[in-house]
């Protein structure tokens, strides 16, 4: 388990730059890495934060996507009913033009 301390520390680092800092350490989960402020800290236990970063990016991903469609199919309705208004207002002239 993360200590709170280490927990900020490996924000404060970022997942990319702990991603890199995982391939310069041993393999197994118990491998203790170096290089931290607060202490060394096990490989397994960063593999875990790791997982939660990624979870959270996707979360946020998905959710940026979700909102872009959402946007995008309220753009194509607005376009929609902008020229249903303009064929509406057309309509009078075309008919005080061209007769029926």
Known sequence: MLTDEQRKELEAHGAMSIRFKLLQHGAGRGASISGFKCGDI?????????????KTEADQQSATLRWARIA?????????????????????IWEALFGE
Request: aromatic share 6%; hydrophobic share 55%; no cysteine.
């Open 72 to 92: 995008g199919w309220a753009g194509i309705i607005g376009a929609v009913l902008a020229a249903i208004g303009v064929a509406l207002t057309a309509l009078p």
């Open 42 to 54: 096990t490989r397994g236990d960063i593999e875990d934060w790791l997982m939660e970063q990624s």
